[in-house]
T-cell receptor, first 114, second 111 residues
Framework: EAGVVQSPRYKIIEKKQPVAFWCNPI?????LYWYLQNLGQGPELLIR????????DSQLPKDRFSAERLKGVDSTLKIQPAELGDSAVYLC????????????FGPGTRLTVL | QKEVEQDPGPLSVPEGAIVSLNCTYS??????FMWYRQYSRKGPELLMY????GNKEDGRFTAQVDKSSKYISLFIRDSQPSDSATYLC???????????FGGGTRVLVKP
């Protein structure tokens, strides 16, 4: 079974530029999560989707971040414009009820903002 | 104060030793407890999952949860150099909800 797929794996951009990350969850997983991981820290949730619906986006900085999950499968996370402090690893995870507590992570996208 | 505290390490042990890791937490609403292993430049990999208090064993790994003390542990027996990684504890309040992670403990197993 294929795991969570993310692309790109690495991205380097200049500040004020836009950037987008893509995630394809494990087949059949209805819940999708985007986490942010800063160096030396644990992941922190940005947004959680149940199928197409964003059910928890309280930690998403909505002035510059946006996300979508069309058709309840793939998801895209966008930053516009990027700031220096956005340099981090962006992780996507998915889970499936009834074992919704077990979240499976992708390899992440490492963003560097110059 | 963070909801979940974890010593960052590094924790260095000789090959074959027992690795002992732990996390403390402050929110009694946490019901689900997990341990993830993360190699450098990789995503977290789920190792152990426990619901409520008790012990769980899987091969060389044993997870313990003591909800009365708000303390969880992971033990790795017969440690191998391939166990060298960062270990993250994570906790959830309800199925499918977000996980709250500790900061991770870096473990080095020396041959």
């Amino acid at each position: 079974e294929a795991g969570v797929v993310q692309s790109p794996r690495y991205k380097i951009i200049e500040k004020k530029q836009p950037v987008a990350f893509w995630c394809n969850p494990i087949s059949g997983h209805n819940t999708l999560y985007w986490y942010l991981q800063n160096l030396g820290q644990g992941p922190e949730l940005l947004i959680r989707y149940e199928n197409e619906e964003a059910v928890d986006d309280s930690q998403l900085p909505k002035d510059r971040f946006s996300a979508e999950r069309l058709k309840g499968v793939d998801s895209t996370l966008k930053i516009q414009p990027a700031e220096l402090g956005d340099s981090a690893v962006y992780l996507c995870a998915s889970s499936s009820a009834p074992r919704g507590n077990e979240q499976f992570f992708g390899p992440g996208t490492r963003l560097t903002v110059l | 104060q963070k909801e979940v505290e974890q010593d960052p390490g590094p924790l260095s042990v000789p090959e074959g030793a027992i690795v002992s890791l732990n996390c403390t937490y402050s929110n009694s609403a946490f019901q689900y407890f997990m341990w993830y292993r993360q190699y450098s430049r990789k995503g977290p990999e789920l190792l152990m999952y426990t619901y409520s208090s008790g012990n769980k064993e899987d091969g060389r790994f044993t997870a313990q949860v003591d909800k009365s003390s708000k303390y969880i542990s992971l033990f790795i027996r017969d440690s191998q150099p391939s166990d060298s990684a960062t270990y993250l504890c994570a906790m959830g309040k309800a199925a499918g909800n977000k996980l709250t992670f500790g900061g991770g403990t870096r473990v080095l197993v020396k041959p």
